[in-house]
């Protein structure tokens, strides 16, 4: 049990949460961290569906990578993503429609998701399982977080709810209050999420 919550199996999970973050620190994945974001809900789901199938794609590629011939290994990885990826968007079609409606092309491109296929090369063809999983999770996560930030904000400002809960009381509108509408176009997001990568490397962010 001391081996599987080990010191460097630590640092495998919490680097990417903030000094190793994918979006953050690595710039990876903006695409999609950009057009999944004018609200919280589609921007949650996305970030879930692509921990699931950043996790899961690393431990079958640990599990197999001693049998991958190294000629083939990106078609490999590629055909398992792809299969992971189609059953989680089958998923959302039986029990999430509204939202994989709103997520459109977006679930079937994390086939070719940056973040993904970098983890694959970069760590689960190197490592064992359970730190794989681990390295799986925490990128998941750690780009998760922040389409949740970028999206509450926008959906927030842009129009005045949470989750499609109205957030800001109707007095509010009545007395003159008006929402951004910049908020929901995707420059904004960009624009957001530029800010995010700002306050992170001023205050949290160290170069080696």
């Known amino acids: 049990m001391s081996k ?3 010191k460097e199996n630590k640092e495998v999970f ?12 690595q710039v990876l994945g903006i695409c999609s961290a950009l057009a999944v974001t004018a609200q919280l809900k589609p921007a949650i789901v996305m970030g879930l569906a692509v921990t699931i199938i950043t996790a899961f794609s690393n431990v079958i590629i640990s599990l197999i990578r001693n049998t991958i011939p190294q000629r ?18 089958q998923v959302l079609k039986a029990f999430a429609y509204d939202v994989s409606v709103q997520l459109s092309v977006y679930v079937g491109l994390i086939i070719t ?8 090369e970069a760590f689960a063809m ?26 509450a904000f926008r959906e927030f400002f842009g129009r005045g ?16 209050y008006m929402n951004n509408g910049m908020m929901t176009m995707p420059a904004m997001a960009l624009i957001l999420v530029g800010c995010v990568i700002w306050v992170h490397r001023a205050y949290f962010y160290k170069e080696k």
């Open 72 to 89: 083939i290994r990106i078609i490999v990885q590629l055909v398992v993503v792809a299969a992971l990826v189609t059953i989680v968007s």
């Open 4 to 6: 599987l919550f080990s």
């Open 126 to 151: 190197m490592n064992k399982p359970w730190p794989s999983f681990l390295d799986g999770v925490a990128n998941g996560l750690g780009y998760a977080y922040i389409l949740v930030i970028v999206g």
């Open 113 to 120: 998701n940056c973040i993904l296929m970098g983890r694959l």
């Open 14 to 25: 919490m680097n990417p949460l903030n000094l190793d973050n994918p979006i953050l620190v």
């Open 161 to 176: 709810s949470l989750l499609g809960f109205q957030i800001i009381p109707q007095g509010v509108y009545d007395a003159g």
